[in-house]
C-alpha cells in the first residue's frame, strides 16, 4: 500500500508568523542572511527577511510566487566570493553586500545602491570614516570622493539612493566596525 501527499509551500508576508517563518530565518541564518534585532516590530523583521531571500535567490519580492521563492531558496548556496582575502563586496544586480573573510562570504545584508545606476564598479579602497550621523548617513565608509557604504533609515529591496550604497540603520554600526581604514570595496554587477 502506497500513500501519496502534497507539500504545499506556505504563503507568507508582511505580519506573517508561525513554523514557516522560524523556518525561513533559520534557512537565512545558516546562508549568513544577517537579521535586524529584536527592537524592530517582528512583523517588521520577518518582512525584510522575506525581501532579503528573495533578493538573493532572484525571486520576485513583491508578487505572490511562494512555491517557486521556497524552491529558489532551497536551492540558493551561501554565495561565492569574486575575490581572495578580507573585503567587502557588493553586488549591484542582487543589491547585496556581502563581508568577505579569507576569500568566504561570512555575512549578507541588503542593501540598495544608485537608482540611476550611478554607483561606481570596480575596486576601491576606504579613504575617509565617519562615526555616527554626518548629515543624512549614518555610519559612513568612504570609498570614492563622495561614495559610501553608510546606514539610511530607507533601504528598499532595489536601487534608491543618490549613488551611495545604502544599508540598514539595524546594521550599520556592526559593518562600520568590520570595514577598517583602506578596507578593499569591490562593487559589480
Known amino acids: 500500500m502506497s500513500m501519496h501527499f502534497s507539500v504545499i ?30 527592537e524592530r516590530p517582528l512583523r517588521e523583521r520577518r518582512h525584510r527577511c522575506r525581501l532579503r531571500s528573495a533578493k538573493a535567490c532572484r525571486a520576485d519580492a513583491h508578487r505572490n510566487r511562494e512555491r517557486r521563492h521556497w524552491r529558489a531558496l532551497y536551492r540558493t548556496a551561501t554565495p561565492q566570493a569574486k575575490l581572495s582575502g578580507n573585503y567587502i563586496e557588493i553586488d549591484k544586480t542582487k543589491q547585496l553586500l556581502y563581508v568577505v573573510r579569507g576569500g568566504k562570504v561570512k555575512t549578507i545584508v541588503p542593501v540598495s545602491t544608485g537608482k540611476t545606476g550611478n554607483t561606481p ?18 555610519w559612513a565608509n568612504y570609498f570614492l570622493r563622495g561614495f559610501a557604504v553608510h546606514g539610511y533609515p530607507f533601504v528598499p529591496p532595489w536601487p534608491a539612493s543618490h549613488g551611495c550604497v545604502r544599508l540598514p540603520l539595524w546594521v550599520a554600526k556592526r559593518i562600520y566596525d568590520q570595514i577598517p581604514m583602506s578596507s578593499r570595496i569591490y562593487i559589480h554587477y
Not at 15 to 23: E, F, N, Q, W
Not at 126 to 136: E, F, I
Request: charged share 15%; no cysteine.
Open 121 to 138: 564598479v570596480g575596486t576601491f579602497h576606504v579613504y575617509r570614516k565617519a562615526p555616527g550621523w554626518s548629515g543624512a548617513m549614518f
Open 9 to 38: 509551500a506556505p504563503v507568507l508576508r508582511g505580519g506573517s508568523y508561525g513554523p514557516a517563518v522560524t523556518i525561513l530565518e533559520r534557512e537565512l541564518v545558516q546562508r549568513h542572511f544577517r537579521a535586524p534585532t529584536g
